[in-house]
């Protein structure tokens, strides 16, 4: 029904940026909300932003905000995540999903993408 395709990520210094891009698979958006998750090994995946795909309410986790931006471009069917300033602490795998619910919940997003790996060296 829904499918998600990650790219954007790589191996980048601290202080650099990145743009990860989400590109959604579905007929119409408006019944998602989109949100930007990342997994680091040995930890649990947490959520960093997220989007509503109408309208223009967004979040971003405290961990990221300031530096990250979420934003969408519905006529190429892709979600952003502008990330600034990159420190040693993003570095995760991550994941764009697709759920229901203004949630900050990894169990609430029934779609997933299959990640994209963000290194980021001191």
């Known amino acids: 029904q829904v499918q998600l395709g990650e790219s954007g990520g790589g191996l980048v210094q601290a202080g650099v940026s990145l743009r990860l891009s989400c590109v959604v698979s579905?007929?119409?958006?408006?019944?998602?909300?989109i949100g930007w998750f990342r997994q680091a090994p040995g930890k649990e995946r947490e959520l960093s932003a997220r989007?509503?795909?109408?309208?223009?309410?967004?979040y971003h986790s405290d961990s990221v905000k300031g530096r990250f931006t979420i934003s969408r471009d519905n006529g190429k069917n892709t979600v952003y995540l502008q990330m600034n300033n990159l420190k040693p602490e993003d570095t995760a795998v991550y994941y764009c999903?697709?759920?229901?619910?203004?949630?900050?919940?990894?169990?609430?997003?029934?779609?997933w993408g299959q990640g994209t790996q963000v290194t980021v060296s001191p």
């Open positions: 999903a697709a759920g229901l619910w203004h949630s900050s919940s990894a169990s609430d997003y029934a779609y």
């Open positions: 579905v007929r119409t958006f408006s019944n998602y909300v």
């Open positions: 989007i509503s795909w109408t309208g223009t309410r967004t």
